[in-house]
């Protein structure tokens, strides 16, 4: 089992950036597939970026593809998300997940077995 949490939320302006980290608990951090996902009220989790448990392939939601960048300590049990070009439309609560799924990189919500709770990103305009 793991326990995450994420750090780095805040309040950021147009064209800012951000990076979000999250920390992982336990030993078998490397064996997990992580990913990030974010929400707004009144709307489902949407996926953001996700990188594979060797840390050798990632993908990314379209809309932040170019702007957002995934990365893994797996030394530090640690996972990062880079928010570049940051937009209006990128507020919300970002939340990192991990997956025991070692095949691919998953993208589906379902597909995650461990939440963290949750960090607010606001971008103004």
């Known amino acids: 089992q793991v326990q995450l949490v994420e750090s780095g939320g805040g309040l950021v302006q147009a064209g800012g950036s951000l990076r979000l980290s999250c920390a992982a608990s336990?030993?078998?951090?490397?064996?997990?597939?992580m990913g990030w996902f974010r929400q707004t009220p009144g709307k489902e989790r949407e996926f953001v970026a996700a990188m594979d448990w060797g840390g050798r392939s990632t993908y990314y939601a379209d809309s932040v593809k170019g702007r957002f960048t995934i990365s893994r300590d797996n030394d530090k049990n640690m996972e990062y998300l880079q928010m570049d070009s940051l937009k209006p439309e990128d507020t919300a609560v970002y939340y990192c997940?991990?997956?025991?799924?070692?095949?691919?990189?998953?993208?589906?919500?379902?597909?995650?077995?461990?939440w963290g709770q949750g960090t607010q990103v606001t971008v103004s305009s």
């Open positions: 997940a991990a997956s025991i799924l070692r095949l691919g990189v998953p993208f589906v919500r379902d597909e995650y077995d461990y």
């Open positions: 336990g030993r078998t951090f490397s064996t997990y597939s």
